[in-house]
């Protein structure tokens, strides 16, 4: 059974860092992996979509790279804004199945 | 595409009573996915169709639920009879027949059962 671990759960930065959020899972038998956004009593919003032949994917200050046979993935946020304040989900996809992480809260400060 | 649709968005109900969830996948998806998630355990999958045959169900916790597809542009997921420990948000997702592509979700149902 795939499981999904994200490190660090919670954190807080300053606005203008840049934000690393890791996500590791246990079976390198993938199909791809998905980074989504949750807001608090909303919905998931696919954030970026990385194949497993792909080292890496960006959109706008968003870069997310993979390493597939160590089990890895870091979601890179450039230059945080308090609105980048959310729940980061990665979700590895297995067979058409997704596994989810329980998420990296994160918190912009002003 | 107005994206997956779920409804209602929340409900409250009280134990024993029936409850049942609406989605609409988006237009053209094959696969559609309902997924449960709480603050202890996270993001489950508990059951997925493929073309509105059920694929998987084996996270479904318990025989008070199931789910139907009755065709490609409705699903619903069913809890009979309802319990307090049931209280959670339910998604649905949908993503296309390839096993290389996105999942999109929906809103999500936010369910209390009391």
């Known amino acids: 059974k795939q499981e999904v671990t994200q490190i660090p759960a919670a954190l807080s930065v300053p606005e203008g860092e840049n934000l690393v959020l890791n996500c590791s899972f246990t079976?390198?038998?993938?199909?791809?992996l998905q980074w989504f956004r949750q807001d608090p009593g909303k919905g998931l919003t696919s954030l970026l979509l990385i194949q497993s032949s792909q080292r890496e994917q960006t959109s706008g200050r968003l870069n997310a790279s993979l390493d597939k046979s160590s089990g890895r993935s870091t979601l890179y946020i450039a230059a945080s804004q308090p609105g980048d304040s959310a729940t980061y989900l990665c979700?590895?996809?297995?067979?058409?199945?997704?596994?989810f992480g329980k998420g990296n809260q994160v918190v912009v400060i002003p | 595409d107005a994206g997956v649709i779920q409804s209602p968005r929340h409900e409250v109900t009280e134990m024993g009573q029936e409850v049942t969830l609406r989605c609409k996948p988006i237009?053209?998806?094959?696969?559609l996915f309902w997924y449960r998630q709480t603050m202890m355990r996270g993001l489950e999958l508990l059951i997925y169709?493929?073309?509105?045959?059920?694929?998987?169900d084996s996270g479904m916790p318990e025989d008070r639920f199931s789910a139907k597809m009755p065709n490609a542009s409705f699903s619903t997921l069913k809890i009979q009879p309802s319990e307090p420990r049931d209280s959670a948000v339910y998604f649905c997702a949908s993503s296309s027949g390839r096993l290389n592509t996105e999942a999109f979700f929906g809103q999500g149902t936010r369910l209390t059962v009391v």
């Open positions: 079976d390198s038998a993938i199909y791809n």
């Open positions: 169709f493929n073309n509105n045959v059920p694929i998987d």
């Open positions: 979700a590895v996809n297995g067979n058409n199945r997704l596994a």
């Open positions: 237009s053209g998806h094959d696969y």
